[in-house]
Structures are given as C-alpha cells and as structure tokens.
C-alpha cells in the first residue's frame, strides 16, 4: 500500500436544501453535487428542515425564506442557527427591509437572491465555511481560555479609568460570594472591598497611573467573609485599559501563615528536632537538638540517630522501627551527648504521610527529662521522709515494716526484729513557751543523734510531732533492745544548745516491741510498742518499758474508759456535785466549786484522776467543759429562782477550752441565757493552762473584761514564772492541797503557805486554802491571814440537792 492510497480523502462538504419548489430543490442538489458538496437532504416545510437539520447535522443550510404553505423559513433559520448552532445562508427573491429584518434576527452566514448563480452561491458556501471555522477556532479558544480561569480559579478585570469602571468576569464566586459571571462595577464599589487602607490607595494610584500592580491583601466580601484575594494587572496601551487577573489565595496565606508558625516552633521549642528521610537518615534539625546534644546539625547530616544519638547500654528500652512504619512511637531512651555524657531522654518518631499514603519522611523528637528524673527522686525522698528532720515517716515505716515482717517468715534462723517507740517528756511545754523553732532545732538535734547512733539496716521515723519509731533489724533480745534503750534515753537527755542561745534539753519514754514475740502484723507491731510507751510514761517517763499481755490489758481498759466518756454525756452519767466555800472568820458560805463526777453504768463511781487528764488527752475536756459550764448555770438559775444564795461558784476549765476561738463570748452567752451576773461565776485554771501562750492570755483579759472572777487552782505545784501574774488578770490564788496536808509539821510547807498568802495580798489577790481538815489547819491559816477554806473540815462535795439542803438551811 502506497502512501497516497493510505491517506483518507478529505470528507465533503454537507449541505442542507430547503426550498418548496421541488423542482428548483432538486436543480440546486444536482448543481451542488457537481461542485463535490454532499447534500444530507431536501426539506420542503418549517418543521421538515429543523427535524431534517437535528438528525443529520449538515455542515450548512440553505434556507429558502418563503415555503409556502410550509411555514417560514426565518423561524426555522433561527431554531437552527441558535439551537443546533448550525450555519444558515438564505435563498430568497424576497429582499424587503421587513422581510430582511426578520432574516437577519437568525444571524445568518449568507444571503442570496434568486435567480442563483451557482459561481455566486459556491462563493457564498465557502466564505461562510471559512467564516465558521475561524469562529469555532475563537469560540474553542474561549472556552480553553475560561476552562483555565475555571480550573485556576481566576477572576479576569477590565479598569476603564475614563468611566471609572471595572468589568468582571471569570471565576468570582469566591471573590464577590456570588455566582461566576460577567457584570460591571463601578471604582469605588470594586475599592471599598479592600480592608487597608494603605493597600485600597496603593491601588488607586497605580491604576490611575496605568502602571502594574501587583498586591496580595485582604478583602471582604459582600456576606462579610474575610479573604486574601491576590491582583495582578498591567496598562495596555492599545487598548487603554487596565487588564489583569484576580484570584482567590486564602488557602495558601493559611498555608504560609501556618509554616512560618511551624518553623517559629521549629526554632524556637524546647524539645530537640530531627527531620529523618525514609531511611532515618538526618535531614534537618532545630536550634535545640544542638543545645541539647553539642552537636552541629551540619556534623550529622545524613548520619542514623542510632550511630551518634543513642546510646547502646544494657536494660534500655530499645525502640525498632521497620521502613514504611505508619504508627508514631514514643519511649524513654538514655541519649548521648557530643561530650560522651548521658542523659535520659522522652523520645518520639512519626512518620509524615504524603496526600497518596506514601512515606516521605520521619520527625524524631526528644525532651532533656534529667530535671524530671531528678524531681522524681526529690519526690520520692519526700513521700518517704519526714520534711524536718530528714528521717523516714509513716509511709516508709509501713514498708519497711512489712518488707521486715515478710523477711523474717521466710528466713526463719535470722530471728525476728523490734519496734521501739518514742516520745519526747513534756515537749509541748517547751514548744509552748519557748516557740515551734527552739522545739524544731530539739527535733532535728534528736533525729541527729538517731542517724549517728543507730545500725546501717535500722530504720529511724518521726511519725509526727514529738513521736519517733526506731525499727531494729534482726534484734534477738529483749536485753539488747533494752541496752539501746538505754543509749538512747542519753543521748535524748544531753542538753541541747540552740541557736538563739539557750539551752534546753528533755527526756523520753520508749516503748519495746518484738516481732513475732509480741505481735503477729505490721498494726499489731506499733500497737504493741505504743502501748508499752504509755508504760514508761506512766511508770515516771525517762525510762523503756518491753510489751506484756498486762500492758496490752491495761491499754484495753484505758480505750474502753475513753469510749464510755464520750457516751458519759449521752446516757446523763456525768453529775456536778459542789464543795462549799467558808469563811474562816464566821463560818459562812460565800461560795462553792463545781467538781465533776462520773457514774459508770456498769463501773460505778470512776475517780477524777482517772478520767480528767483522759479527756484532757483525746479533747473530749471541750464537749465535757461546755456542758459542766451550762449545768453550773442551770444549778445556780434554780438556786437563784428558790431565793438562795450561794455566793461565789467556780468551776474548772482547761487550757484546750481557754484556746478555744470565742470561748469568753460563749460563758457570756451561757449566762445572759440562765439569767446570771458575771460576777457569780469563777473560773479556776491550773498553772499549765498559762504555758499555752497568746490565745489564753486574750481568752482571760475578755473573761475579766465580762466580770467573771479568775482563780489560780493548785498554785505553787507547776513551773510557771511568778512574772506571769503581773500580766494576767487573775482575781485570786488557791493554795494547793498538798501543801495544807502538813501545815503543822513541816516547816517547808508553812514557809510556801505563808509566801503565798504574803504576795496574794500584796499584789490585791484573794486567797483561798484547799483541803482543810483539822482545826489546827483552821487556826493556822487564820494566822496567815487566809480567810477562804474547802476541805473535809467544814463540807466534802455535795450533790446539787443536798446542797441545796444546807443552803435553805442556812438562809
């Protein structure tokens, strides 16, 4: 096959006849097909040569204007000139403006008057084809044109400086939040979109100027929506106009504005950075990996984090990471620096993912977390010691306790171990008067002493307070602990010099405990040496005491005396019962103290002694006080609406209820209620009571403030200053019991007595002697110029009814 016979032959060119003279249709097909056209068929009405032209799409129609009865050729032009776009050229004898008008209406490519010559008409045809080409040329080219804004997203703009006007078209339903279409806009409309000011002048001049412009700004749009909206536009001379495109760029100013953040926080994180390729070869890292490591990013590029980052030792936690693995991964790892130092380090490795799925690229970073570790183990230490004095605490005692406790179930030929149990002798007075930091210094001093005395394998821990435990590893003896004991209480008793110079020093009572001997668990282990504590503290204090059964019987007898107090108030056990007060000089009663007695449901009669300093440890003094205090009242109201006069009561009160916030304001409230004077009511407080600083100190000057009387009970028998009463407003001292016992025989207690009732009277106070039973007593206080007596001699304590007996009775 030759090359010419291989080429296709060029198509012909399709015509359409429509013309009612069959006769004239059919000398025109002959003449068009000698000329080569190819004529698709012959149409003789308005229907025929649109159907005709719709199903065979000739390349032209020849439109003949009048068919007859056929219709007209003009409304069949236009349905195929605008609705199959097809060309038409007209074949009429018609030519008449009216006829001509309506021809024209179709747009047609030709129009040609019979009788035809076919020369002419030939002519016609190929102009009107040349025309067609290069208008279907145009309209594809204005179509690949808008296809390009389209997929751009381009806006076009036309400035028109003469008439002030811009012309749009293109893609502006993301610029003017309306659809794509060509409209006109007048300067200052199109201006005011944009937001700056300095920008909406730029532009003006330079379109104004005709020169280019150039510009990305924001640009808000009719529904209020703020874009960036990037111009671009040139003067072109020939045209005089100022043409150039508009674009929608809010996406990639967000874009941008989110990677200069991202390198921002490149830069400037904490955390080192490292941009690995699929390989986990180094690409890129940040400010901080070189701060963190010393290393230079330069110095390890392309290098593996494995082969200078990491640090290969025994028990770490190795991360393997397979080519293409998609799953971010963090984990502790110990790193290495430049120097060769270590640091322990908060790893993570995400893979970045292209827009197809496909792996790109790794980020490793990685945190410094030495401080952190550091912190940990300061938090350790915290939870484990005590904060003062460095020694263990509850919680580590615990541990080592059961740590100990199962140690020893296991290894039975080590023994077993001990508890001691310590509490400092009468450290909340020294707390007390000489303030919290001379009995902090005493504490650390101790746990001092503890630290350079005990065992490698002992355990030293304040349990709080003034409370230490010293657990004893493998002890095999009472002897032995005992023996420490010993040391211990020396060491405790050594005088301790503070750092505001005084030195103070005190003693301790210690309990012993031995696992298994005396307790089977870690509880029952502390209960035990507790218990034997409270031994050695009611044996004398400062000394040891080792646990028995007959302790722990006791201890059981002290907690079910505690709990039938607190039910004493409930079940109405507690009674007041009251001593009179006489007048050696007449032998009146001018007054009476309140004393407290309880009667057990099931014990009877329990003593003071044993119930008193028990609530005065477990605070159950404050619920007791405040109802002693209102039953006084109660008795005396009675008293008063009977018409007896029972003088001056007094009732005791403890250092715990003078502490108490607003504890004058409630005696003041207890006696407005019963309808009482102040001046009825005597408060007696012990010496230990002023040891318990500021509060009691106001506690007593608004008590005094109120009218109500204040005695000192058992004055002579505590360790307080004689300066002290200088600044208290006391009303009256009370000689202690004890002192008046031996009045007759004992030289040293007549010296007290004397010195006592001397400074009384000097210093304006009243005086009053306890426990005055013979009439030796009597006579030798009438000497010393005490007139107020209690004791066995006159009344002991009476309930409140037989009391009130001897009151009618001596009305």
Request: glycine content about 8%; charged content about 25%.
């Amino acid at each position: 096959m030759d090359t010419e016979t291989s080429l296709a032959a060029p198509r012909p060119i399709r015509v359409q006849i429509v013309e009612d003279e069959l006769i004239f249709a059919y000398d025109l097909r002959q003449n068009l097909e000698a000329l080569g056209y190819s004529v698709t068929g012959i149409a003789s009405s308005e229907q025929q040569a649109v159907d005709l032209a719709a199903r065979e799409r000739p390349d032209l129609v020849l439109m003949d204007i009048n068919l007859g009865r056929g219709g007209d050729g003009t409304r069949a032009a236009k349905q195929v000139s605008h609705q199959l776009h097809l060309p038409v050229i007209y074949l009429t004898a018609y030519a008449g403006d009216d006829i001509l008008q309506r021809a024209i209406e179709a747009a047609p490519y030709g129009y040609v008057l019979k009788p035809i010559q076919i020369v002419e008409l030939n002519a016609t045809i190929r102009a009107a084809l040349a025309r067609v080409e290069e208008e279907r040329k145009t309209r594809r080219a204005e179509r690949r044109f808008r296809l390009a804004m389209e997929a751009g997203r381009f806006g076009v703009m036309e400035f028109d400086a003469a008439r002030r006007q811009f012309e749009l078209d293109g893609f502006m339903e993301s610029i003017l939040a309306q659809p794509s279409q060509s409209f006109t806009v007048g300067h200052d409309a199109f201006l005011r979109h944009i937001e700056e000011s300095e920008v909406r002048q730029s532009i003006d001049s330079l379109l104004l100027a005709g020169r280019m412009v150039q510009v990305c700004t924001a640009w808000r749009r009719d529904d209020g929506e703020r874009i960036w909206l990037e111009i671009h536009a040139s003067y072109f001379p020939e045209e005089d106009r100022v043409v150039g495109i508009l674009r929608d760029v809010s996406e990639r100013v967000q874009a941008e504005e989110h990677l200069r953040q991202a390198a921002v926080v490149f830069e400037t994180t904490g955390d080192g950075i490292l941009i690995l390729d699929r390989e986990q070869r180094v690409c890129m890292g940040n400010k901080a990996f070189e701060r963190i490591t010393g290393w230079r990013v330069q110095e390890v590029l392309g290098q593996r984090p494995d082969d200078f980052l990491h640090a290969s030792r025994s028990g770490d936690r190795r991360r393997v990471v397979a080519t293409d693995d998609q799953d971010s991964i963090q984990v502790e790892i110990t790193c290495r620096r430049r120097d060769n130092s270590l640091f322990p380090a908060w790893e993570g490795l995400s893979p970045v993912i292209d827009r197809v799925g496909k792996l790109t690229h790794y980020v490793l970073t990685f945190c410094d977390i030495s401080a952190l570790r550091s912190v940990e183990s300061r938090l350790t230490h915290v939870a484990l010691h005590d904060a003062l004095t460095g020694l263990g605490n509850r919680h580590q005692l615990d541990i080592c306790l059961r740590h100990n406790i199962a140690r020893a179930a296991s290894r039975v030929d080590d023994g077993g171990f001990g508890l001691l149990f310590i509490d400092l002798d009468g450290f909340k007075n020294i707390n007390d008067s000489l303030g919290h930091s001379v009995g902090d210094e005493m504490l650390v001093e101790i746990a001092r002493r503890f630290r350079t005395t005990l065992r490698q394998n002992d355990v030293a821990v304040r349990m709080g307070g003034d409370e230490f435990l010293i657990l004893l590893d493998q002890l095999r003896s009472t002897e032995d602990a005992m023996a420490l004991c010993r040391k211990l209480l020396a060491l405790i008793s050594e005088p301790i010099r503070t750092s505001v110079g005084q030195t103070v020093s005190t003693t301790a009572s210690i309990g012993i405990a031995l696992f298994p001997e005396h307790a089977d668990s870690a509880d029952e282990l502390v209960k035990a040496a507790d218990t034997a504590m409270y031994a050695a503290k009611a044996a004398g204090r400062n000394r040891g005491a080792v646990f028995s059964q007959g302790l722990a019987r006791r201890a059981l007898e002290r907690l079910q005396l505690e709990q039938g107090l607190r039910q004493a108030i409930v079940r109405g056990e507690l009674e007041l019962q009251w001593q009179p007060v006489i007048d050696l000089r007449d032998g009146r009663i001018i007054g009476a103290e309140a004393l407290l007695r309880w009667n057990h449901g099931d014990s009877g009669r329990i003593s003071p002694e044993r119930f008193i300093p028990l609530a005065e440890e477990t605070g159950l003094i404050l619920p007791i006080g405040d109802w002693v205090l209102e039953q006084a009242c109660r008795n005396a109201a009675d008293w008063k609406a009977q018409g007896l006069e029972p003088g001056r009561l007094a009732i005791n009160v403890s250092a715990l209820q003078l502490q108490q916030e607003g504890y004058a304001e409630r005696v003041g409230e207890a006696l407005s209620r019963h309808g009482l004077s102040p001046e009825m009511l005597e408060l007696e407080l012990t010496e230990s009571s002023l040891q318990h600083g500021e509060a009691v100190q106001m506690a007593l000057h608004k008590l005094r403030a109120l009218g109500v009387y204040l005695a000192l009970d058992d004055f002579g028998t505590g360790f307080s200053s004689l300066s002290m009463l200088k600044f208290l407003p006391l009303t009256r001292l009370k000689i202690d019991r004890s002192f008046i016992r031996d009045l007759a025989t004992d030289p040293n207690d007549m010296a007290i007595a004397r010195t006592i009732a001397v400074m009384a009277m000097t210093m304006g106070l009243e005086v009053t002697a306890e426990g005055v039973e013979t009439e030796i007593q009597r006579t030798i206080l009438l000497g010393l110029n005490v007139r107020e007596v209690q004791g066995w001699l006159y009344h002991p304590a009476l309930p409140v009814g037989k009391f009130t007996e001897l009151l009618v009775a001596r009305r």
